[in-house]
Protein backbone atom coordinates (compact mmCIF):
# COMPACT_ATOMS: atom_id res chain seq x y z
CA UNK A 1 0.00 0.00 0.00
CA UNK A 2 0.69 3.72 -0.19
CA UNK A 3 1.96 5.69 2.93
CA UNK A 4 3.89 8.90 3.63
CA UNK A 5 7.39 8.04 5.03
CA UNK A 6 9.98 10.17 6.36
CA UNK A 7 13.39 9.95 4.08
CA UNK A 8 16.17 11.46 6.17
CA UNK A 9 17.07 11.72 9.79
CA UNK A 10 16.47 14.94 12.00
CA UNK A 11 16.10 18.27 10.54
CA UNK A 12 17.02 17.51 6.91
CA UNK A 13 13.97 14.54 7.31
CA UNK A 14 11.61 14.79 4.20
CA UNK A 15 8.05 13.24 3.51
CA UNK A 16 7.48 11.06 0.61
CA UNK A 17 5.38 8.37 -0.97
CA UNK A 18 6.41 5.02 -0.69
CA UNK A 19 5.15 1.68 -0.75
CA UNK A 20 4.96 -0.54 2.72
CA UNK A 21 3.39 -3.70 4.10
CA UNK A 22 0.97 -3.65 5.86
CA UNK A 23 1.13 -5.76 9.10
CA UNK A 24 -2.43 -8.63 9.66
CA UNK A 25 -4.56 -7.57 12.67
CA UNK A 26 -3.98 -9.47 16.26
CA UNK A 27 -6.12 -10.06 18.55
CA UNK A 28 -8.76 -7.64 18.94
CA UNK A 29 -7.64 -5.27 15.91
CA UNK A 30 -8.84 -4.53 12.49
CA UNK A 31 -8.28 -3.07 9.65
CA UNK A 32 -9.17 0.25 8.28
CA UNK A 33 -9.51 1.38 4.12
CA UNK A 34 -8.22 5.29 5.10
CA UNK A 35 -10.43 8.17 4.02
CA UNK A 36 -8.25 11.16 5.50
CA UNK A 37 -5.51 11.59 8.41
CA UNK A 38 -5.17 14.15 10.54
CA UNK A 39 -1.98 16.25 10.42
CA UNK A 40 -0.59 16.85 13.83
CA UNK A 41 2.39 18.97 15.60
CA UNK A 42 3.22 15.62 17.13
CA UNK A 43 4.08 14.87 12.97
CA UNK A 44 6.43 18.37 12.86
CA UNK A 45 8.11 16.30 15.83
CA UNK A 46 8.49 13.13 14.63
CA UNK A 47 9.62 14.21 11.26
CA UNK A 48 12.60 16.11 12.79
CA UNK A 49 13.42 12.69 14.76
CA UNK A 50 12.56 14.33 18.00
CA UNK A 51 9.07 12.24 18.47
CA UNK A 52 9.99 8.51 17.59
CA UNK A 53 6.39 6.37 17.65
CA UNK A 54 5.81 3.69 20.33
CA UNK A 55 7.48 -0.08 20.24
CA UNK A 56 5.05 -1.53 17.34
CA UNK A 57 3.78 1.94 16.05
CA UNK A 58 4.78 2.16 11.99
CA UNK A 59 7.44 4.47 11.23
CA UNK A 60 5.69 6.44 9.17
CA UNK A 61 3.86 9.37 11.17
CA UNK A 62 -0.13 9.97 11.34
CA UNK A 63 -2.06 9.79 15.11
CA UNK A 64 -5.73 10.00 13.32
CA UNK A 65 -7.86 8.64 10.51
CA UNK A 66 -11.12 8.32 9.26
CA UNK A 67 -12.17 5.65 7.46
CA UNK A 68 -14.32 2.19 6.83
CA UNK A 69 -13.37 -1.15 8.75
CA UNK A 70 -11.83 -3.41 6.15
CA UNK A 71 -11.59 -6.80 8.35
CA UNK A 72 -11.47 -7.87 11.73
CA UNK A 73 -8.82 -9.55 13.54
CA UNK A 74 -9.76 -12.14 16.16
CA UNK A 75 -11.65 -11.42 19.00
CA UNK A 76 -13.51 -8.43 17.36
CA UNK A 77 -17.05 -8.55 18.08
CA UNK A 78 -18.00 -4.78 17.99
CA UNK A 79 -16.95 -3.59 14.86
CA UNK A 80 -18.18 -4.74 11.73
CA UNK A 81 -16.72 -5.30 8.12
CA UNK A 82 -18.22 -1.58 6.11
CA UNK A 83 -18.59 0.02 9.45
CA UNK A 84 -17.39 3.99 8.85
CA UNK A 85 -15.46 4.78 12.01
CA UNK A 86 -12.50 7.08 13.12
CA UNK A 87 -9.67 6.32 14.95
CA UNK A 88 -6.90 7.26 17.89
CA UNK A 89 -3.71 5.80 16.42
CA UNK A 90 -0.26 4.95 18.00
CA UNK A 91 1.13 5.99 14.28
CA UNK A 92 1.16 5.23 10.65
CA UNK A 93 -1.96 7.38 9.96
CA UNK A 94 -0.57 8.56 6.81
CA UNK A 95 -1.35 5.24 4.65
CA UNK A 96 -4.50 3.80 2.53
CA UNK A 97 -4.84 1.10 5.25
CA UNK A 98 -3.95 1.30 8.98
CA UNK A 99 -4.04 -1.44 11.69
CA UNK A 100 -5.67 -0.41 14.85
CA UNK A 101 -7.00 -2.06 18.17
CA UNK A 102 -11.06 -1.70 17.92
CA UNK A 103 -11.19 0.01 21.43
CA UNK A 104 -9.67 3.19 20.14
CA UNK A 105 -12.52 3.58 17.48
CA UNK A 106 -15.07 5.14 17.72
CA UNK A 107 -17.88 5.17 15.02
CA UNK A 108 -18.58 8.06 12.94
CA UNK A 109 -20.61 10.50 14.34
CA UNK A 110 -24.26 10.96 12.69
CA UNK A 111 -24.37 14.07 10.10
CA UNK A 112 -20.45 14.28 9.86
CA UNK A 113 -18.69 13.76 6.51
CA UNK A 114 -16.54 10.95 6.85
CA UNK A 115 -13.40 12.92 5.47
CA UNK A 116 -13.89 15.53 7.99
CA UNK A 117 -14.35 13.46 10.88
CA UNK A 118 -10.60 12.61 10.78
CA UNK A 119 -10.46 15.97 12.34
CA UNK A 120 -11.97 14.82 15.45
CA UNK A 121 -10.50 11.55 17.19
CA UNK A 122 -6.72 13.14 18.31
CA UNK A 123 -8.31 16.63 18.92
CA UNK A 124 -11.40 15.57 20.75
CA UNK A 125 -9.79 12.74 23.01
CA UNK A 126 -6.99 15.42 23.76
CA UNK A 127 -9.29 18.02 24.71
CA UNK A 128 -12.11 15.83 27.00
CA UNK A 129 -9.42 14.00 28.85
CA UNK A 130 -6.95 17.17 29.72
CA UNK A 131 -10.02 19.79 30.50
CA UNK A 132 -12.30 17.21 32.62
CA UNK A 133 -9.94 13.96 33.59
CA UNK A 134 -6.85 16.18 34.34
CA UNK A 135 -8.53 20.03 34.67
CA UNK A 136 -11.54 18.79 36.20
CA UNK A 137 -13.33 21.80 34.42
CA UNK A 138 -16.97 22.41 35.83
CA UNK A 139 -19.88 24.47 34.83
CA UNK A 140 -19.91 28.25 35.01
CA UNK A 141 -15.85 28.11 35.66
CA UNK A 142 -13.73 30.02 33.29
CA UNK A 143 -11.49 28.11 30.80
CA UNK A 144 -8.55 29.85 28.74
CA UNK A 145 -7.43 28.10 26.00
CA UNK A 146 -4.11 29.08 24.88
CA UNK A 147 -3.99 28.40 20.93
CA UNK A 148 -7.71 28.68 19.87
CA UNK A 149 -7.17 28.51 16.71
CA UNK A 150 -5.02 24.92 16.32
CA UNK A 151 -6.43 21.64 15.74
CA UNK A 152 -7.16 21.22 19.84
CA UNK A 153 -7.49 24.68 20.64
CA UNK A 154 -10.45 24.93 18.01
CA UNK A 155 -12.51 21.74 19.55
CA UNK A 156 -11.53 22.77 23.08
CA UNK A 157 -13.31 26.21 22.60
CA UNK A 158 -16.60 24.46 21.56
CA UNK A 159 -16.13 21.52 24.22
CA UNK A 160 -15.43 24.05 26.78
CA UNK A 161 -18.39 26.01 26.14
CA UNK A 162 -20.78 22.67 25.43
CA UNK A 163 -19.55 21.87 29.28
CA UNK A 164 -20.95 25.50 30.36
CA UNK A 165 -17.79 27.27 30.93
CA UNK A 166 -17.22 30.14 30.15
CA UNK A 167 -14.40 30.59 27.75
CA UNK A 168 -11.31 32.66 26.96
CA UNK A 169 -9.30 31.50 24.23
CA UNK A 170 -6.06 33.46 22.55
CA UNK A 171 -5.52 34.27 18.88
CA UNK A 172 -2.98 36.10 16.06
CA UNK A 173 -4.80 38.65 14.29
CA UNK A 174 -8.29 39.96 14.11
CA UNK A 175 -9.65 37.44 11.47
CA UNK A 176 -8.11 34.34 13.83
CA UNK A 177 -9.73 36.09 17.19
CA UNK A 178 -13.34 36.66 15.05
CA UNK A 179 -13.40 32.52 13.90
CA UNK A 180 -12.60 31.79 17.77
CA UNK A 181 -16.14 34.12 18.75
CA UNK A 182 -17.88 31.79 15.90
CA UNK A 183 -16.32 28.79 17.35
CA UNK A 184 -18.11 30.18 21.04
CA UNK A 185 -15.28 31.77 22.70
CA UNK A 186 -16.81 34.33 24.90
CA UNK A 187 -13.34 36.70 24.91
CA UNK A 188 -10.73 36.39 22.45
CA UNK A 189 -7.34 38.23 23.38
CA UNK A 190 -5.53 38.80 20.28
CA UNK A 191 -1.81 38.02 21.48
CA UNK A 192 0.31 39.78 19.08
CA UNK A 193 -1.83 43.12 20.57
CA UNK A 194 -2.38 42.42 23.43
CA UNK A 195 -0.86 40.87 27.10
CA UNK A 196 -2.72 37.88 27.77
CA UNK A 197 -2.58 38.14 31.61
CA UNK A 198 -4.43 41.70 31.78
CA UNK A 199 -6.63 40.40 29.41
CA UNK A 200 -7.70 37.51 31.16
CA UNK A 201 -7.89 39.52 34.51
CA UNK A 202 -10.00 42.25 32.76
CA UNK A 203 -12.22 39.67 31.75
CA UNK A 204 -12.86 37.95 34.82
CA UNK A 205 -12.99 40.94 37.64
CA UNK A 206 -9.39 40.52 38.62
CA UNK A 207 -10.24 36.60 39.30
CA UNK A 208 -8.25 35.11 36.84
CA UNK A 209 -8.88 31.76 34.74
CA UNK A 210 -10.12 28.00 36.50
CA UNK A 211 -8.23 26.04 34.08
CA UNK A 212 -5.22 26.78 31.74
CA UNK A 213 -5.35 24.50 28.66
CA UNK A 214 -1.32 25.85 27.58
CA UNK A 215 -0.02 24.64 24.22
CA UNK A 216 3.11 26.52 24.72
CA UNK A 217 5.28 25.26 27.58
CA UNK A 218 8.24 26.84 28.99
CA UNK A 219 8.15 30.36 27.92
CA UNK A 220 4.37 30.84 28.90
CA UNK A 221 4.49 29.20 32.42
CA UNK A 222 4.79 32.20 34.69
CA UNK A 223 2.21 33.97 32.35
CA UNK A 224 -0.08 31.11 32.89
CA UNK A 225 0.51 31.32 36.69
CA UNK A 226 -0.13 34.41 37.04
CA UNK A 227 -3.42 34.15 34.98
CA UNK A 228 -5.01 31.27 37.47
CA UNK A 229 -7.30 31.76 39.64
CA UNK A 230 -7.40 30.88 42.59
CA UNK A 231 -7.37 27.01 43.24
CA UNK A 232 -6.69 27.09 39.50
CA UNK A 233 -5.43 24.19 37.42
CA UNK A 234 -2.75 24.87 34.71
CA UNK A 235 -2.96 22.25 32.25
CA UNK A 236 0.20 21.66 29.76
CA UNK A 237 0.17 19.74 26.56
CA UNK A 238 2.41 21.38 24.08
CA UNK A 239 5.75 22.73 24.37
CA UNK A 240 5.92 25.21 21.24
CA UNK A 241 7.95 27.49 23.20
CA UNK A 242 10.19 25.20 24.75
CA UNK A 243 10.66 22.81 27.52
CA UNK A 244 11.59 24.82 30.43
CA UNK A 245 10.62 27.88 32.61
CA UNK A 246 10.51 29.79 35.50
CA UNK A 247 8.06 28.78 38.24
CA UNK A 248 7.44 31.39 41.26
CA UNK A 249 6.26 28.52 43.68
CA UNK A 250 4.88 31.48 45.88
CA UNK A 251 2.27 32.52 44.09
CA UNK A 252 1.44 28.81 43.44
CA UNK A 253 1.43 28.03 46.94
CA UNK A 254 -0.71 31.55 47.15
CA UNK A 255 -3.37 30.49 44.80
CA UNK A 256 -3.23 26.80 45.85
CA UNK A 257 -3.06 26.51 42.16
CA UNK A 258 -1.28 22.49 40.14
CA UNK A 259 0.54 22.78 37.32
CA UNK A 260 0.13 19.10 35.58
CA UNK A 261 1.24 17.81 31.71
CA UNK A 262 0.23 15.11 29.73
CA UNK A 263 0.59 13.06 27.05
CA UNK A 264 -1.60 10.91 25.07
CA UNK A 265 0.36 8.95 22.25
CA UNK A 266 2.60 7.53 25.25
CA UNK A 267 -0.84 6.21 26.73
CA UNK A 268 -1.52 2.79 27.44
CA UNK A 269 -3.86 1.28 25.66
CA UNK A 270 -6.08 0.37 28.28
CA UNK A 271 -5.91 4.22 28.52
CA UNK A 272 -6.74 5.23 25.55
CA UNK A 273 -9.71 2.97 25.47
CA UNK A 274 -11.23 4.47 28.30
CA UNK A 275 -10.77 8.12 27.19
CA UNK A 276 -12.33 6.59 23.72
CA UNK A 277 -15.11 5.31 25.18
CA UNK A 278 -15.50 8.59 27.13
CA UNK A 279 -15.85 10.41 24.53
CA UNK A 280 -18.53 8.03 22.72
CA UNK A 281 -20.33 8.60 25.63
CA UNK A 282 -19.91 11.92 26.49
CA UNK A 283 -18.69 14.03 23.20
CA UNK A 284 -20.10 11.84 20.31
CA UNK A 285 -23.93 13.69 21.03
CA UNK A 286 -22.42 17.21 21.41
CA UNK A 287 -21.08 16.39 18.06
CA UNK A 288 -24.35 14.93 16.60
CA UNK A 289 -26.34 17.91 18.12
CA UNK A 290 -23.90 20.33 16.10
CA UNK A 291 -22.12 21.78 19.18
CA UNK A 292 -18.81 20.68 18.44
CA UNK A 293 -17.80 20.19 14.65
CA UNK A 294 -14.73 19.56 12.94
CA UNK A 295 -12.87 22.54 12.04
CA UNK A 296 -10.51 21.68 8.51
CA UNK A 297 -8.49 24.32 7.17
CA UNK A 298 -7.56 22.11 4.32
CA UNK A 299 -7.54 19.06 2.24
CA UNK A 300 -4.50 17.64 0.40
CA UNK A 301 -3.56 14.46 -1.12
CA UNK A 302 -0.84 12.33 0.33
CA UNK A 303 1.49 13.98 -2.54
CA UNK A 304 1.50 17.57 -0.60
CA UNK A 305 2.52 16.02 3.14
CA UNK A 306 5.14 18.27 2.90
CA UNK A 307 3.15 21.36 2.11
CA UNK A 308 0.37 19.95 4.75
CA UNK A 309 2.73 19.98 7.36
CA UNK A 310 4.20 23.67 6.54
CA UNK A 311 0.80 25.00 6.83
CA UNK A 312 1.42 23.84 10.86
CA UNK A 313 5.04 25.36 11.06
CA UNK A 314 3.98 28.25 9.68
CA UNK A 315 0.65 29.02 11.37
CA UNK A 316 -1.25 29.69 8.48
CA UNK A 317 -3.63 26.73 9.30
CA UNK A 318 -6.42 27.16 11.38
CA UNK A 319 -7.41 23.99 13.19
CA UNK A 320 -7.08 20.89 10.94
CA UNK A 321 -5.21 19.82 8.01
CA UNK A 322 -6.01 16.53 6.23
CA UNK A 323 -4.18 14.50 4.01
CA UNK A 324 -6.25 11.98 1.82
CA UNK A 325 -4.62 8.94 0.26
Same mark, same amino acid.
Given at each position: MRAVTISGDGPS =?????????? /?????GEIVVDVAAAGVNRADLLQRAGLYPPPPGAPAWPGLEISGTVNRLGPGVSDRRVGDEVVALLDGGGYAEQVVVRAGQTLPLPEGVDLVDAAALPEAVCTAWTNLVDTGHLRAGETLLVL???? =?????????? /??LGARVVATAGGPDRTARCRELGADVVVDHRREDVVDAVRGATDGRGADVVLDVLGGGALGDNVRALAPGGRLVVIGLQQGRTGELDLARLMAKRAVVTGTLLRSRTPEEKAEIVAAVTEHVWPLVERGLIRPVVHARLPFDEAESALGMLESGEAFGKVLLLP
Open positions: =GKLTTSQVEL /REPGDGGSG =GVGSVAIQLG /RA
